[in-house]
């Protein structure tokens, strides 16, 4: 039992940690929010060059055979500023589903370069119908040559505007499969959609589009259980930037109660508030100590050790992150609900991370129905 | 990181759970799983044993009686010693006025108090409420007067737990009623419960445990080398206990219990013409329970996590009680709500099944644990002082 992140993890923090508050203040963010551009690729590549984007993947595609608690790390860190680099999209969802589906020339042509902070990716899984089911999916995939015609929709495609390579789920004859396909090919029509917490997603239409057989990632059939593994790293991804979001909301909302008088004192010296304070402490301890256990259990094959863990954490995301959002706000009075405060920005990210790879019910039910739990 | 015991760990838990099995006697079993848990002989008699054993008192010292296993190895006989429910009632001889005595005691005082905990031979009560000072503990009134070499005691204690059975009370009096500042004037006094002008008097608890005392004192005399940590240092000794007992009261233990306890209701009630613990719903809100445990379970594998490495416990230790409490006061209530209708039943051997019969008064005692050991309120006015260090007025 040993909770403490060995020396490098905690190097990778600190690194992280500082980049985000000197290199990549809220400020930032805001500001590419405003002009519409989203991110930067320049910070990408150096993101690449830092070797961030490649610490959970095997050396022999460019990676730097970390683990998924590496991954967690950078994310967590980079969300105290709201770092709008599409790290979880291209890094967790693209990266890590193509790293376990891919073969060497795929993980070649595309994952590596992204590894380098030369591309992204974009995962296009999810459907109007899906409801955190990667099978509940309409899009298919018919055999046209040696190739395929992919014809369906996308919805809420995370960096699906701005990818470079996509990763589509479709329905082949032998099930859900994946295929990777170049954002601009003919017959991808990408419409750009802005989203709560001020980032933007793509609704993506697949019209016929014609994908060689060497697209194809793995054997038809067996991109379900590809995802399906992917949603749990996504989860475990979301929880630990739920980390990040809500400890630097207590933080800023410790700073705020300590600062603001009312009445002629510190309105932090108030009891209510005192108490409120603590419990967001508490709530937010919970959710870092579970995503610890997220973030290990997310390497484990065996889904009976992977996904209580993911889970609970995902609960307590949905409960007690949510919650800290929640009070965070109100406790900033009104200022909390200006979008020139910082505050709420944070607030929406929480909201966007709850929606997101399975929310409260959704992760209930899972918990619920699997027998060792039981 | 890593979040899993090693194989040695996991061979110490199998043996320390097969040793229960084997050396707890069934009538013990039997009534740690009952109503209201163990009475005050049956503990004793499982001391014994464990004293016997030599596993009393593994967080002592070795040369004292300890077992010398690492904060793991302690971690885990206190879970497996919960899951049977049958905790030490000297938990105020072993784990609170010990270690004090240790800390802060005399040589003479080592010798004469420590072996006697050790062994069951002496029981202890702790006195430090009264009725006019609980949360408030500093404005604390019994008195005891300078006599020469004793002292004169005079007061009430209230909350006094187990006192009708203990031989020895250790107890906060003011000595020095002048004392600017009013934890100042108090000292860290140990009190025979034998001596003249000691009278306690028992009350039921909601649990219908007589649990709780009052304890007058009518001018009782104290031998001054009674005092422990020197004569107005009390409050320093009394607050290094409060430090002790943050990660003993997370409860982890007795969760873990009544969530096995829940399921276990769960899967012989039926509701629709099926086990409730079939049903979606049913499993949902014992889910959603047993997520929560999770959660909080890793908050005390971090605690142990420091521990294991010889460090104190980062500051999120100081939400294991505020969490614990309060998520074995819900899993008790879900308990009480799986039975339904059988949740009415009150000390009624033989009516309902045995495990059914300990859920209510173990729910009723269990409300206490949210005012017990500093209640929560105070908990988190301290938090929000020494931790988020939030402005006081």
Same mark, same amino acid.
């Given at each position: ?5 060995? =020396? ?16 990549? *203040? ?5 500001k ?17 060059e ?5 610490v ?11 683990s ?6 950078v ?14 999209? @291209?890094?967790?969802?693209g ?24 591309s ?9 119908q899906? $409801?955190y089911?990667? @099978?509940? /999916?309409?899009t298919?995939?018919?055999?046209? %040559? @040696?190739?395929? $015609? ?13 990818a ?9 004859s ?8 170049? +954002? ?9 959609a ?37 949603m749990?790293y996504?989860?475990a991804?979301?929880v ?12 800023m ?6 600062? +603001? ?9 108030? =009891? ?6 603590? &419990? ?15 973030m ?79 | 990181m ?42 004793v ?19 004292l009686? %300890? ?13 497996e ?8 009632? @000297? ?10 005595i240790?800390?802060? %005691?005399?040589e003479? =005082?080592?010798q004469?108090?420590l072996?006697? /905990? ?9 006195g ?35 006192a009708?059975n ?22 860290f006094?140990?009190?025979d ?5 000691? &009278? ?28 422990? %940590? ?9 607050k290094a206990l409060?430090?002790r007992? +943050?990660?003993?009261?997370?409860? /982890?233990?007795?969760s873990r ?7 276990r209701i769960a ?12 049903? *979606?719903?049913?499993?949902?809100? /014992?889910? $959603? ?18 521990? =294991? ?14 969490v ?39 729910f ?11 209640s929560n ?15 006081? +007025?």
């Amino acid at each position: 039992m040993d909770f403490e992140l060995d =020396q490098e993890q905690q190097m990778l923090a600190k690194t992280v940690s500082d980049f985000a508050k000197n290199e990549s *203040p809220v400020e930032r963010f805001r500001k590419l929010r405003d002009d519409g551009t989203g991110y930067d690729p320049a910070v990408w590549r150096k993101m690449g060059e830092l070797g961030w984007l490649g610490v959970p993947f095997a050396e022999s595609v460019g990676g730097f055979g970390g683990s998924f608690i590496e991954c967690a790390i950078v994310l967590e860190n980079l969300e105290t500023t709201l770092v709008p680099e599409q790290y979880l999209a @291209s890094v967790v969802l693209g990266g890590m589903t193509l790293a376990r589906a891919g073969n060497a020339t795929q993980h070649e042509s595309y994952l590596t370069p992204m590894i380098e902070g030369e591309s992204t990716l974009a995962l296009a899984y999810y459907e109007a119908q899906s $409801r955190y089911d990667v @099978s509940a /999916i309409e899009t298919t995939a018919t055999p046209d %040559g @040696s190739g395929y $015609r992919l014809l369906g929709e996308k919805v809420w495609v995370l960096n699906g505007h701005r990818a470079d390579h996509l990763i589509v789920s479709a329905k082949a004859s032998g099930g859900v499969t994946l295929f990777v396909v170049p +954002r601009e090919a003919e017959g991808v029509n990408v419409t750009v959609a802005k989203t709560i917490d001020g980032q933007n997603a793509a609704f993506i239409k697949l019209d016929n589009v014609a994908v060689a057989d060497d697209a194809r990632l793995g054997e038809e059939g067996s991109g379900a259980v590809v995802l399906d593994r992917t949603m749990d790293y996504a989860a475990a991804a979301a929880v630990a930037e739920g980390v990040g979001i809500a400890t630097t909301m207590l933080q800023m909302t410790v700073d705020y109660l300590g600062t +603001r008088e009312q009445f002629g004192v510190k309105i932090g010296s108030f =009891q209510a508030l005192q108490h409120r304070a603590v &419990d967001m402490y508490a709530e937010s301890e919970l959710l870092r100590s579970i995503s610890m256990a997220s973030m290990v259990r997310a390497d484990e094959e065996d889904p009976r050790t992977r996904r209580g863990d993911i889970s609970a954490a995902k609960y307590q995301l949905a409960t007690g992150g949510i919650w800290v959002a929640q009070q965070s706000l109100q406790l900033h009075g009104g200022i909390g609900v200006t979008d020139e405060h910082d505050i709420g920005l944070y607030f929406k990210r929480m909201y966007a991370l709850n929606a997101l790879f399975g929310d409260q019910e959704h992760h209930v039910a899972r918990f619920a129905s699997e027998p060792s739990s039981f | 990181m890593n979040l899993t015991f090693t194989e040695e760990e996991d061979a110490f838990r199998q043996e320390v759970r097969a040793w229960m099995q084997e050396a707890m006697p069934e009538e013990l079993r039997r009534a740690a799983q009952g109503a209201g848990g163990l009475n005050f002989e049956e503990s004793v008699e499982w001391h014994k044993l464990l004293y016997a054993k030599g596993w009393i008192a593994p967080h002592w010292p070795k040369e004292l009686g %300890g077992t010398g296993w690492d904060a793991t190895r302690r971690f885990i006989f206190n879970e497996e010693l919960e899951m049977v429910g049958a905790l030490r009632i @000297s938990v105020l001889g072993l784990s609170m006025v010990g270690p004090l005595i240790m800390q802060f %005691g005399t040589e003479a =005082q080592k010798q004469r108090f420590l072996p006697k /905990i050790l062994r069951g031979e002496e029981f202890w009560c702790q006195g430090y409420s009264e009725p006019n000072a609980g949360s408030d503990l500093a404005s604390l009134r019994m008195t005891a007067e300078d006599a020469g070499d004793h002292f004169i005691v005079n007061g009430q204690k209230t909350w006094t737990s187990w006192a009708q059975n203990a031989d020895w009370i250790f107890c906060l009096v003011r000595t020095d009623p002048a004392a600017a500042k009013k934890q100042n004037g108090i000292t860290f006094l140990l009190v025979d419960l034998k001596t003249p002008g000691v &009278d306690v008097k028992p009350m039921l608890t909601l649990g219908h445990a007589p649990a709780f005392c009052d304890t007058f004192f009518d001018n009782v005399k104290v031998p001054k080398e009674n005092i422990v %940590g020197g004569l107005n240092q009390g409050w320093t000794v009394a607050k290094a206990l409060l430090g002790r007992e +943050r990660t003993l009261l997370a409860l /982890i233990g007795p969760s873990r219990h009544v969530l096995h306890k829940v399921k276990r209701i769960a899967s012989t009630k039926t509701v629709n013409g099926r086990p409730m613990l079939e049903d *979606p719903r049913w499993r949902a809100k /014992i889910a $959603r329970l047993e997520m929560r445990f999770r959660a909080h379970l890793m908050v005390s594998y971090r605690a142990l996590s420091d521990q =294991q490495k010889g460090k104190m416990p980062g500051p999120e230790a100081s939400i294991l009680k505020l969490v614990g409490t309060k998520l074995i006061q819900e899993l008790t209530e879900l308990a009480m709500e799986v039975m339904g209708e059988s949740s009415l039943t009150w000390y009624n051997e033989g009516v309902c099944a045995p495990i059914e019969e300990s859920i209510g008064p173990y729910f009723c005692y269990e409300r206490s644990a949210t005012i017990y050991g500093g209640s929560n309120e105070i908990q988190r006015n301290v938090i929000a002082k020494m931790i988020l260090q939030l402005p006081s +007025r």
